[in-house]
């Protein structure tokens, strides 16, 4: 059978070799932790706490600022040293808890848990919205409001993004290789929620592993089925894995819940699992520390709050003094100037390099890195022109985000030229690049 896809796309190198046989290894942090009250989408969260205040792992720190929001939760036991502005991943300073960790994890006595069977649908989204989960994709969305559309018996697909389709990540892998059974029962959850809707794991078809795993826990569920999907990127973008899993498409004026569907990834199912079968909150997650730029890559399990620095060092540190910092990997990615900000839910990990190291540290679960001009390998695919670049770029957002085309066509220009300083113009177009380019624009066959 073929596998499931969507038109156009490309192959970079995934760089998943580097970490994703490293069995996941929970690091305790050593020094302070610092939450950001505004580390979803939606209103920040309120301190409920005072500085000087003891706290237990596990006890609300900040609660919700509103319907669109999230609280958060301490991950480690200590005592609140600062309420103050610190610097977020994304460069900008936000007010944050700072609490000081005595490094006896003391945690709190947790409510008993009500079985599954004896919830309703009402008590599963309070639990969920209690426990702080939000999306760990990225995005950073609260979960309670994504599972609590106007219209639910409208959902017909509840999809699991098992894609992970940007290179370097393997926290995801690792999450569905060790508890697979934990996120096959965080769909269960989220489908008590939906009466109408079927289940369905997405999976590229270079983790054949997870695709058995996960076909073998789900064998006796009729509401549930695992669909491999080409390996190709980015399938394992909203859009183009509901055209994938679906044969439903959206533009850019609709939410998934538009076309029937909605949408989680690994991380997120497993913090709805833990939050209604396990009772806990929402304070840690997986991700990768990768590349040739770290000495020992490799995927972790770590507080919420916790220094990236210290992130770094449980991978081994530096091999070589980076060029260049990026959360998330190298395909979404953004450029960081430190590491000296906090874990915080969207957080991912991912670097790679030649010679001089340009490393990409995550806001989703992994860490990459862009090469310097003159390490790039003749082996990486790349686009002779660059005013091709400029065109598809500038047609991908037209299509896709046209309310921020005004605003970003004036900083294209410095965008394309830092893609020919970094990557130059070699001659050779990837074959694999083909399909990528909008029709009207001229691009290899595809």
Do not use: W
């Not at 950001?36 to 706490?49: C, D, E, L, T, Y």
């Not at 994709?137 to 409001?145: E, L, N």
């Amino acid at each position: 059978m073929a596998l499931l896809t969507f038109k156009g796309g490309i192959h970079p190198d995934d760089g998943k070799s580097l970490a994703k046989d490293k069995a996941i290894v929970e690091v305790k942090p050593k020094g302070d932790l610092v939450y950001p009250v505004s580390q979803h989408i939606g209103a920040p969260a309120n301190p409920v706490v005072a500085v000087g205040d003891h706290v237990l792992k596990g006890q609300m720190i900040a609660e919700a600022g509103g319907f669109v929001s999230a609280p958060i939760y301490a991950s480690v036991s200590g005592t609140v040293k600062a309420i103050a502005p610190h610097l977020n991943p994304t460069g900008g300073r936000v007010n944050s808890i700072v609490i000081e960790n005595d490094g006896e994890y003391k945690e709190v006595e947790y409510p008993e848990v009500t079985p599954l069977e004896d919830m309703s649908k009402e008590d599963i989204l309070n639990a969920i919205g209690t426990a702080g989960v939000v999306g760990m994709g990225g995005a950073g969305f609260p979960t309670r409001v994504k599972l609590s559309p106007k219209e639910p018996e409208k959902i017909d697909y509840i999809i699991a993004n098992c894609a992970e389709c940007e290179p370097y990540i393997t926290a995801d892998y690792r999450t569905m290789i060790e508890t697979p059974e934990k996120l096959v029962g965080g769909m269960k959850i989220i489908l008590r929620l939906f009466d109408n809707a079927k289940g369905i794991f997405g999976v590229e078809d270079n983790k054949p592993d997870c695709i058995e795993k996960l076909k073998e826990l789900t064998k006796d569920e009729p509401r549930i089925e695992v669909m491999a999907l080409k390996t190709k990127y980015p399938q394992g973008g909203e859009r183009q894995l509901i055209y994938a899993t679906t044969g439903r498409a959206i533009n850019s004026a609709m939410l998934p819940a538009d076309a029937g569907c909605v949408v989680d990834n690994v991380a997120t199912m497993v913090s709805v699992y833990q939050a209604v079968v396990e009772g806990k909150p929402s304070m840690e997650r997986v991700v990768t520390v990768s590349g040739d730029a770290v000495a020992e890559p490799g995927n972790f399990r770590v507080p919420f709050g916790m220094n990236q620095q210290e992130l770094v060092e449980a991978a081994g540190g530096f091999k070589t003094e980076p060029e260049k910092l990026i959360s998330g990997g190298p395909m979404m990615g953004f450029a960081m100037f430190t590491v000296d900000v906090p874990v915080t839910a969207p957080t991912t990990v991912a670097t790679e390099s030649e010679t001089k190291a340009s490393f990409m540290f995550g806001i989703f679960p992994s860490l990459s890195t862009i090469p310097a001009r003159d390490a790039v390998p003749t082996s990486v695919p790349m686009v002779s022109n660059i005013s091709m670049i400029q065109n598809v770029m500038m047609s991908e957002i037209a299509v896709n985000h046209p309310i921020l085309m005004k605003s970003l066509k004036s900083n294209l220009n410095s965008v394309v030229s830092a893609i020919s300083l970094n990557c130059g113009t070699n001659e050779a177009v990837a074959s694999d690049a083909k399909g990528f380019v909008p029709k009207n624009i001229a691009s290899p066959t595809q």
